[in-house]
């Protein structure tokens, strides 16, 4: 941890809280080599991390993308604005980020 540690203006003891903490969420694994602990990275668990954050970032954009449109039609600018000019900003059902 030291080596890991050396680059950083922090303490080995708050470098090595990272390494437990992906450990404990299943994205390394640690072992025993003496005095040291090797990491290995999970590649399951990492893939499945980045398919779930992509599709969160999916569904944020979509919601931007949704919000945005209400904003251009609440000021008169967007494709809604003729259509309903008595309920500007009308809002659409929320949804929920993927699982």
Known sequence: MGEFAEPF??????VSK?????????LVTRGRADQ?????LAPRALHEAAG?????????KEGYARLDGDVQSARG?????EA??????TRRPRGRPPD
């Open 36 to 40: 040291q602990r090797p990491a290995r």
């Open 18 to 26: 990272h390494p437990k903490l992906l450990e404990d969420a299943g």
């Open 77 to 81: 600018q967007g494709p809604d604005a």
């Open 84 to 89: 309903t000019p008595d309920m500007p900003g």
């Open 9 to 14: 203006a922090t303490g080995i003891q708050a």
């Open 52 to 60: 779930w954050l992509e599709r969160c970032r999916k569904f944020r």
